[in-house]
């Protein structure tokens, strides 16, 4: 999915939720391969620290990560073929979901310093 910016016109909490997704797909901690060639799937969703959580080596404040306790989210990003929702477990991301440029990931993913 490269080329224009958000090219699926995702709302701001599903490309929020979208760039937490893909960092835990970068995380053994969190990710696995899927059935399907080039997709992972993502669990072990991480349990709130205080007002942020730690997934691998960044941190997300709370506010940015309530799409990920939001079924609607992860409905709308499964029927834009981005992921199939095994919700509230988890979701399977596709090779198209791990290519696009959510532009958020700089500003959400803080890195950890404890």
Same mark, same amino acid.
């Given at each position: 999915?490269?080329?224009r910016r958000? /090219? *699926?016109? *995702?709302n701001k909490l599903? *490309?929020?939720t979208l760039a937490i997704l893909q960092q835990m797909a970068r995380s053994k901690e969190h990710a696995q391969p899927g059935d399907d060639p080039g997709s992972i799937m993502v669990s072990n969703f991480p349990p709130p620290h205080g007002n942020h959580y730690h997934i691998g080596d960044s941190v997300v404040l709370g506010r940015d990560a309530n799409? %990920?306790?939001n /079924?609607?989210?992860f409905a709308a990003l499964e029927?834009?073929?981005l992921l199939r929702s095994l919700f509230p477990l988890g979701a399977v991301l596709t090779a198209d979901a %791990?290519?696009?440029d959510t532009g958020l990931a700089a500003a959400i993913l803080h890195?950890?310093?404890?």
């Open positions: 999915m490269k080329g958000n /090219p *699926l016109k *995702l599903q *490309l929020k799409g %990920l306790a /079924p609607a989210v029927r834009k073929g %791990l290519e696009y890195r950890a310093d404890h």
